[in-house]
């Protein structure tokens, strides 16, 4: 399985989810799985929510999958409060990941 990484910045929000959700899409679109590397990224909102739900639908309508790495306490309480921790494969480390997914 082919994998490649997008690292985030401190904020997933409304005024760089568009540039984000085109970082994962041009993953996506080479046939390859994305880990997001969210270690720098200490705030996500609702419209970042929305961006990590649509690029894990893209990637499972293409057999792909959508991991995320590093994610902080901050962002972690926000997706268990919206559910969104039980939709993706969360690891510490981006070599975890890779360990895991790749076995």
């Not at 993706?88 to 990941?97: A, H």
């Amino acid at each position: 399985m082919n994998i490649e990484s997008y690292k985030l910045g401190e904020e997933l929000d409304s005024f760089n989810y568009q540039e984000v959700q085109d970082g994962i899409l041009a993953i996506l679109e080479k046939g390859c799985s994305a880990v997001l590397d969210m270690t720098a990224c200490t705030y996500v909102s609702s419209t970042g929510l929305r961006v990590l739900l649509y690029t894990k639908k893209v990637a499972a309508s293409k057999g792909l999958k959508v991991y995320l790495v590093g994610v902080s306490a901050e962002v972690n309480d926000v997706m268990v409060v919206t559910g969104f921790n039980g939709f993706f494969d969360s690891f510490n480390t981006i070599e975890e990941c890779l360990e895991e997914v790749k076995g």
